[in-house]
């Protein structure tokens, strides 16, 4: 008898359903209303990658890690600024190495009012890692940032969104507040197992709403930047007009080294801008918009 996997369609309805009940969507949290009778809500968040993408990869380049460093060196000076100007607090996730490499840059965001997250120990891809390790790496950069940021966090965000089979299980011990990084909806929601209600908030992302697939660039293979700024300037500006109409959540992705370039920064100084101009926008950290909704659908968080 063949010890072989089974093929998808040699799953049984058990088998399969299981699988698509790990983590799901659950009862919509969107709200009736936002903060202040206001009509939409808008979440900013930067993920402050840095320099664990190469080595994530096991990449040494000098050049690769060079690039990383762009990001905390003129990405997040650049992004602080902004929403200083702007008086907007964003939701900054930070791999653990990320955040000791640049423990100063950090506490600088805290001290300026701003949200840290978790987003993973060096940016590693959950669905590689050997059995034990993801969660592991997991407590020990939620360790890491309360230590460097003085507050453990409440959220997290896997690295590439990268959401394994047991990064609910990981979640639910950690008795975190919230996850953003499945897709199922464009408003919060519940995340549920086997069908059942978990108490955990999704804020949902989507890579629409993020600039890294937009200007990314690979520079031995075929991927290029190919979107202009005023392009993907006018993609966000759709998806924020979306929700505005709807009288939804816009939650928009976005990573310093790579929104940070001077023609780049540009586009988001615009976007705030044209949002603040609209009336009943509320704009809170990821924290903020997660604990309004589960308080609105009568959730009593754990933290």
Same mark, same amino acid.
Not at 83 to 103: D, N, Q, T
Not at 171 to 193: H, N, P
Not at 203 to 217: H, K, Q, S, T
């Given at each position: 008898?063949?010890?072989?996997?089974?093929?998808?369609?040699?799953?049984?309805?058990?088998?399969?359903?299981?699988? &698509?009940?790990?983590?799901?969507?659950?009862?919509?949290?969107?709200?009736?209303?936002?903060?202040?009778?206001? =009509?939409?809500?808008?979440?900013?968040?930067?993920?402050?990658?840095?320099?664990?993408?190469?080595?994530?990869?096991?990449?040494?380049?000098?050049?690769?890690?060079?690039?990383?460093?762009?990001? @905390?060196?003129?990405?997040?000076? =650049?992004?602080?600024?902004?929403?200083?100007?702007?008086?907007?607090?964003?939701?900054?996730?930070?791999?653990?190495?990320?955040?000791?490499?640049?423990?100063?840059? #950090?506490?600088?965001?805290?001290?300026?009012?701003?949200?840290?997250?978790?987003?993973?120990?060096?940016?590693?891809?959950?669905?590689?890692?050997?059995?034990?390790?993801?969660?592991?790496?997991?407590?020990?950069?939620?360790?890491?940032?309360?230590? +460097?940021?003085?507050?453990?966090? #409440?959220?997290?965000?896997? @690295?590439?969104?990268?959401?394994?089979?047991?990064?609910?299980?990981? +979640?639910?011990?950690?008795?975190?507040?919230?996850?953003?990084?499945?897709?199922?909806?464009?408003?919060?929601?519940?995340?549920?197992?086997?069908?059942?209600?978990?108490?955990?908030?999704?804020?949902?992302?989507?890579?629409?709403?993020?600039?890294?697939?937009?200007?990314?660039?690979?520079?031995?293979?075929?991927?290029?930047?190919?979107?202009?700024?005023?392009?993907?300037?006018?993609?966000?500006?759709?998806?924020?007009?979306?929700?505005?109409?709807?009288?939804?959540?816009?939650?928009?992705?976005?990573?310093?080294? #790579? +929104?940070?370039?001077?023609?780049? +920064?540009?586009?988001?100084?615009?976007?705030?801008?044209?949002?603040?101009?609209?009336?009943?926008?509320?704009?809170?950290?990821?924290?903020?918009? @997660? =604990?309004?909704?589960?308080?609105?659908?009568?959730?009593?968080?754990? &933290?």
């Amino acid at each position: 008898m063949s010890d072989a996997p089974k093929k998808p369609w040699e799953w049984s309805e058990p088998e399969w359903r299981h699988i &698509v009940g790990r983590a799901r969507a659950g009862r919509s949290l969107a709200p009736k209303s936002w903060p202040g009778g206001a =009509r939409c809500a808008v979440s900013l968040s930067f993920d402050a990658d840095h320099e664990t993408i190469p080595l994530r990869d096991s990449d040494e380049s000098p050049m690769r890690i060079s690039q990383g460093q762009y990001g @905390a060196r003129q990405g997040v000076p =650049r992004i602080r600024a902004l929403l200083a100007r702007h008086g907007v607090k964003a939701s900054f996730f930070y791999p653990a190495v990320s955040a000791l490499l640049h423990p100063d840059e #950090v506490r600088a965001v805290v001290d300026e009012g701003h949200e840290i997250g978790i987003h993973s120990w060096i940016h590693e891809a959950n669905t590689q890692l050997p059995p034990g390790v993801e969660r592991e790496l997991t407590f020990r950069a939620a360790d890491t940032l309360e230590k +460097i940021g003085g507050r453990r966090p #409440v959220g997290i965000r896997t @690295a590439s969104w990268d959401f394994s089979v047991d990064t609910m299980s990981i +979640i639910q011990e950690l008795g975190l507040l919230y996850d953003s990084s499945l897709m199922s909806d464009d408003d919060a929601y519940e995340l549920e197992v086997q069908g059942k209600p978990t108490g955990i908030v999704e804020l949902p992302p989507e890579w629409i709403r993020d600039d890294a697939v937009y200007f990314n660039m690979l520079r031995f293979s075929g991927l290029r930047p190919y979107t202009p700024p005023s392009a993907v300037e006018e993609i966000f500006r759709a998806e924020f007009d979306g929700a505005y109409a709807e009288g939804g959540l816009f939650l928009l992705t976005m990573h310093p080294h #790579v +929104i940070g370039h001077r023609s780049r +920064i540009a586009l988001l100084d615009r976007l705030v801008a044209y949002m603040k101009g609209q009336p009943g926008v509320w704009f809170g950290t990821h924290e903020e918009v @997660a =604990r309004w909704c589960a308080g609105q659908a009568g959730m009593t968080p754990k &933290v």
